[in-house]
Structure formats: structure tokens, C-alpha cells
């Protein structure tokens, strides 16, 4: 029955609004490549016509093997939600990560092939003392807390999200920015072998890239997480070590960093890259600005589908407002 039930986000629409359907689009409209893709690996049908999958979470368990063990952590009391965490399962099952697929129900499914053990990230660029951490490096050195922090997707659903991590500031102090660095440049790991959606979506800018300025990244709300819901993250969210910036929507979070680069220029970014015209360097959560195909007033509750109002810097203005004069 449960089965049956049409959720209310799983309507045609959701499935015309998300980031790969318009940029398939724009492959038709541009005549770029478009019969390789149709006769290819069936990219358009599967992504463009098939539904937003609903975050049910998966009959059977999620497999909980983790690489990295973490010490137990405090919960930081200064970040209450106002709405219930989602439950694991559920957001351990709901994923955006295109190097594996688009589809989101499947990349927990795909995700195995990226080995995290052994991993290092390379923070370099503009600083006194640029220093490559391994994992167990930062386990060991950085301030571990945990945070609730709300989460809202480009493409207008949420979800409540407890992470493990530090904030920004931390590892960045620990190379000693050079007055220079006016901006931070974060880049996934590059490794199309164990990425099968690197090599079947050849037209994005892979390695998946990122960036904030100097004084984002310097905000407390700002953290690197290595692990949610009490363990180390899960291939599917990014591990070993991704981006937590819970004002600006989900595409700013990039998963799965090796290299942290001090700059002075603003660095190109993943989806501004792609689409320029939908989604600029920013990224911020703003209810006021509608994105050119949605508005983004309110935001699906994933799982339940209730639509809340999304708030402004998704409810951090308090925190951000100082980033941002006028
Ligand atoms: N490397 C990489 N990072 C990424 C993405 C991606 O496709 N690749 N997707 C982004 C988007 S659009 C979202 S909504 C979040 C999803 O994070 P989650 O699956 O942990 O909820 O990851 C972000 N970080
Ligand atoms: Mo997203």
C-alpha cells in the first residue's frame, strides 16, 4: 500500500526540475553530442524521464562498514533544529553525488568503488606553512564536535542532519593564511576509475570543484565533516572528509576533498561552470530568488513531503548576516 501511495513530491514536476535534466536539455538545444548520448549509455531516458526517487528508505539494511573510526564527540549545544532530525537510513539513501550516478536513490548502491583508505588532503596555496594531512592526521588534531544543522538542497528539499566535524578555521589557522588569500578552492578527488559517473557524463568539469571567499570560510558555521549520525561518513555522503556550509544550498557542500587551495582570484565553481545562468558562485539559500525553472519559497521535507517555508540563509542569518552588508 505504502508502495502505491503517490507522495506528494513524487510528481512529474519534481522529475523536470533537477540540475541534469535541464543540462540535458541543453545538450539537445546546443545539438552537442546528443546522439552519442541517446545511443550511449541511455543517460537521457534514465535521468529525464524517470521520477525523482522519493527517499523511501531501501526495504534492507544500508551496510554500516566504515573506514575510519571516530572517537565519541560532544553534541555543540549552540545548533538546535527546529524541526526532527531525519532518520538515518533515509538520508544514508538519498544522495547527490553525480561521480557515481544521478539518480539519487542509487548511489549508495554504486558507491563501494571509491576507496578511502588510505587519503590525504593537500591545504596549500597562499599560507606560511602549506602541510598535507592524512586522514588519521586530522582525526587526531582537529576539535571534533558534532552539529545539527539543517540541510537544503538547489532543488527545493531539506533534510536535518547530524555531522561530525571541526570548523574551517581550524585547519586553515594551522597553515597560517598569507594576508594574499582572499579565497579557498576545494576539489574532489580525481579518480575516474572508481567514479563510473565521471566517465559515462564526460560534458561536466570533473574533478567535482568548490570555493568560498576567505571570510565565508572563516565563519563558524563553516566545517569540514568526517562523520554523521555518531560514525565516520559513508561513501555516499562524501567520505572521507567533505564541506559543511549549512547556509548555502547543498552544491557548495562538496564531498570527498583532497586538495584546499589559499587563492587570491574567485575559483571556478562546479555548477556555475556547467550552468552560469542557474547557479552563481555563491550559492546561498534565498526563498527570494527564485531559481530560473522554481521558486525556492519553500522546500519538500524529505522524507514526509511537507512543504516549509525556506528561510532566509536557511534560518543562519543571524550567523551569516555580517558576510553579506546590503
Ligand atoms: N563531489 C561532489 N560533491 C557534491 C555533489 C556531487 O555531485 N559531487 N553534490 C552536491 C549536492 S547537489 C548536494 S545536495 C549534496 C548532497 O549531500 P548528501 O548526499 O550527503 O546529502 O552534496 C553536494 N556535494
Ligand atoms: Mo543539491
Known amino acids: 500500500m505504502h508502495i502505491l501511495r503517490k507522495r506528494p513530491w513524487h510528481l512529474p514536476e519534481s522529475a523536470l526540475t533537477d540540475e541534469q535534466t535541464w543540462l540535458d536539455r541543453r ?20 535521468s529525464a524521464l524517470a521520477g525523482t526517487p522519493d527517499g523511501t ?21 549552540a545548533y538546535p533544529l527546529d524541526r526532527p532530525i531525519t532518520e538515518e537510513e533515509v538520508a544514508a539513501s538519498y544522495n547527490n553525488f553525480y561521480e557515481f550516478t544521478t539518480d ?4 549508495w548502491t554504486m558507491a563501494a568503488s571509491l576507496q578511502v583508505k588510505p587519503w590525504s588532503i593537500e591545504v596549500s596555496g597562499a599560507c ?3 602541510t598535507t594531512f592524512s586522514m588519521e592526521d586530522i582525526l587526531k588534531k582537529m576539535p571534533l564536535e558534532e552539529r545539527t544543522y539543517r540541510f537544503r538542497c538547489v532543488e527545493a528539499w531539506s533534510m536535518a542532519v547530524p555531522w561530525t566535524g571541526f570548523p574551517v578555521k581550524a585547519l586553515l589557522q594551522a597553515v597560517k593564511p598569507l594576508s594574499s588569500a582572499r579565497y579557498v578552492r576545494l576539489v574532489t578527488r580525481d ?11 564526460k560534458w561536466y568539469p570533473w574533478p567535482y ?7 565565508e570560510a572563516m565563519n563558524d558555521l563553516a566545517i569540514f565533516a568526517v562523520g554523521i549520525y555518531g ?26 576533498i583532497v586538495k584546499i587551495e589559499l587563492v587570491q582570484d574567485e575559483p571556478k565553481t562546479f555548477w556555475h561552470e556547467a550552468l552560469p545562468d542557474e547557479y552563481d558562485f555563491w550559492g546561498n539559500v534565498r526563498p527570494d530568488k527564485p ?9 519538500r521535507v524529505i522524507p514526509t513531503g511537507e512543504r516549509v517555508p525556506t528561510l532566509m540563509y536557511n534560518g543562519y542569518a543571524e550567523q551569516v548576516a555580517g558576510l553579506y552588508p546590503g
Open 291 to 299: 531559481h530560473p525553472r522554481w521558486s525556492q519559497a519553500t522546500e
Open 191 to 201: 579518480a575516474p576509475a572508481m567514479f563510473p559517473g565521471v566517465t559515462s557524463q
Open 231 to 256: 560514525h565516520a561518513l559513508p561513501n555516499q555522503h562524501g567520505a572521507p572528509f567533505r564541506l559543511i556550509t549549512p547556509w548555502k544550498y547543498g552544491y557548495k557542500n562538496i564531498k570527498s
Open 57 to 77: 528508505p531501501p526495504a534492507g539494511p544500508i551496510p554500516k562498514a566504515y573506514a575510519y573510526h571516530l572517537p565519541p564527540v560532544k553534541r555543540n549545544p
Open 128 to 130: 606560511q606553512k602549506p
Open 27 to 46: 545538450q539537445i538545444v546546443k545539438g552537442l553530442g546528443l546522439g552519442t548520448l541517446l545511443a550511449g549509455s541511455g543517460v537521457l531516458g534514465a
Open 104 to 107: 539519487k536513490a542509487k548511489v
Open 209 to 215: 570543484h568548490e570555493g568560498l571567499t576567505m571570510k
